[in-house]
């Protein structure tokens, strides 16, 4: 029997994206384009992003630069974690929007990106495929968006009974509410034919978007009731019909960067002349760590957003920390979600807050009324 027969779906998920161009320029904390240092160990997924998708052939490819890591990505990560399952993850926050909106227009572009993306995931050995279209931003594309992951599900079952193999997972990385751009997620088409869908609770604020510093990933906003908080999103989504069963709560491993207009005004909502520290604001968890001890920066965690930001001079970096990701986990699991994901596992230090992921997890007991 095949590695793929005994694989049976995990009751929980525990995941965190893999991206080998994020990862840390520091080699001494992860080797850049490498997954042998994950500790599988603490995750049920791994995704690998990401696939780039044709956009005169609409089908899947693997960036040639990437191929021979793509292809070792499940042999690599199963050394540590036998059990661990491993999805490939199509298009990303880079990719190219009207190319995704191009090929889910018509069933003929969406059989090819389909039949392609099975192809693809079965040669290279992974467990599952992950949609990373962000985002469907108008009614025709969620209408199409809820055909796709429909003709996906019967092409992918259909795969299954042919090669008699386990169906692959598919599953989707989807907007932290079920409305974007006041168009709605197929509510419907998801529950049917998805695994479930990651939650992208972060980059609420950054410097590309917004001039003042905020929260990128609160999971409550008391302070703007109406704002983006992660509470919030998971609720629309329950509103609008996802089971809990079918929801994966996402967080950041990745912080951003701000130069504040005025040192002495560095809390949320300051203003900023723009990015710091690299050319987006973007900043690794675990180059944050080293900045703090580098610049004495003062740290902050506010517990009523549950989030992190600390500053030095005229640089403010907001960030997850160990509590902040232990929080969001509890909350995930007293909210009866499926699990977690974090992005991505290559910005971490060490697979320290993975590892206080997992053991949060672990640790919380869901107390049912009789």
Known sequence: MTDSQILRA??????????????SSDSSVFPV?????????LFTHLFCA?????????????????????????????????HVQTLLSIGGKNADKSAFAAMASYQTTRKAFIDSSIELARNKG???????????????EMTNFGKLVQEWRVAIMTESDLTDRIPLLLTA?????????????????????????????????????????GPAAALFDHSKPAGPSADAGVKQWLKAGLPEKKAVLGFPYVGWAWTLQDVNDNGYDAPTTGAAISSDGSINYAQVR?????????????????????????????YNDNQ?????????????L?????????????????????????????????
């Open 10 to 23: 995990s009751p929980i998920v525990k995941a965190s994206y893999w991206f080998p161009d994020g990862e």
């Open 338 to 370: 499926l699990g977690y994901y974090s992005w991505h596992v290559g910005a971490d230090y060490k697979c320290g807050l993975s590892r206080a992921a997992s053991r949060a997890w672990d640790a919380t007991e869901i107390i049912t009324g009789k």
């Open 50 to 82: 990401y696939a780039d998708l044709d956009s005169q052939t609409h089908r899947v490819v693997i960036p040639s630069a990437h191929d021979y890591i793509f292809s070792t990505f499940t042999y690599t990560v199963k050394h540590k974690n036998t």
């Open 290 to 318: 080293n900045y703090i001890v580098e610049h004495g920066a003062a740290v902050t965690h506010n517990p009523m957003v549950t989030g992190d930001y600390c500053h030095a001079g005229s640089v403010w970096i907001g």
């Open 33 to 41: 384009s490498s997954a042998v240092l994950i500790d599988s160990t």
């Open 324 to 336: 902040t990701v232990v929080n969001k986990v509890k909350y995930a699991k007293l909210r009866g």
């Open 173 to 213: 990385a989807v907007y932290y509410s079920s409305d974007y751009n006041s168009a709605s997620y197929p509510i419907k088409e998801i529950v049917d034919n998805l695994d479930w869908v990651n939650l992208i609770a972060y980059d609420f604020y950054g410097p590309g978007w917004s001039p003042v510093t």
């Open 126 to 140: 992974f467990h599952g495929l992950d949609l990373a279209w962000e985002y469907p931003s108008n009614h025709v």
